[in-house]
T-cell receptor
């Protein structure tokens, strides 16, 4: 079983719609959680950290469920520029090592 | 924000040659840098953790004699792919954390180096 699993998609989303997807992680000792965005042939860029209480950044909302070991990302009012691969990233307490999920591809269409 | 650069951005080399990739933190000091590899349509896989002034820690399955890492200063880490072969062709990405030792630190990624071995 992979440490961090994501639905690879693609999620085809009409412009203006809402899309949500999850990520599950296997290590219960994981301490930090992030969503990164990666555009084709580019490096990952931090989208947002994910906190236990859930957090929102503009049109993006992230949730963490430690009991079920999953995190989620919701994108409201999707823009064409939201088309990208969204990487779920989990960190352990020691050594600051990050484990990346395989990514969920989102395609926003007019 | 924290900026990390990589050089070169793209390199094409012949099989058997060695290639050095530099990773620099431009506006902060990083005692720890990380090297990742990403194959097409796959996720990033951590290769090694580079610690300033000490030996790198390699992930299982990564040959330390093939992927030489040097972290000589707080702003520079280098990855040398020795005797490169076509199967080493990949997207190599480094990252750095501005503040050491905290598990909640984010990592800032370099723009990556695309290596093609002919």
């Amino acid at each position: 079983r992979k440490e961090v699993e994501q639905d690879p998609g693609p999620f085809n989303v009409p412009e203006g719609a809402t899309v949500a997807f999850n990520c599950t992680y296997s290590n219960s000792a994981s301490q930090s959680f992030f969503w990164y965005r990666q555009d084709c042939r580019k490096e990952p860029k931090l989208l947002m950290s994910v906190y236990s209480s859930g957090n929102e950044d503009g049109r993006f909302t992230a949730q963490l469920n430690r009991a079920s070991q999953y995190i989620s990302l919701l994108i409201r009012d999707s823009k064409l520029s939201d088309s990208a691969t969204y990487l779920c990233v989990v960190g352990k307490a020691a050594g600051n090592k990050l484990t990346f999920g395989g990514g969920t591809r989102v395609l926003v269409k007019p | 924000g924290a900026v990390v650069s990589q050089h070169p951005s793209r390199v094409i080399c012949k099989s058997g040659t060695s290639v050095k990739i530099e990773c620099r933190s431009l506006d902060f000091q990083a005692t720890t840098m990380f090297w990742y590899r990403q194959f097409p349509k796959k996720s990033l896989m951590l290769m090694a953790t580079s610690n300033e002034g000490s030996k790198a820690t390699y992930e299982q399955g990564v040959e330390k004699d093939k992927f030489l890492i040097n972290h000589a200063s707080l702003t520079l880490s280098t990855l040398t792919v020795t005797s490169a072969h076509p199967e080493d062709s990949s997207f190599y990405i480094c990252s750095a954390s501005p503040v050491p030792g905290q598990s909640t630190d984010t990592q800032y990624f370099g723009p990556g180096t695309r290596l093609t071995v002919l």
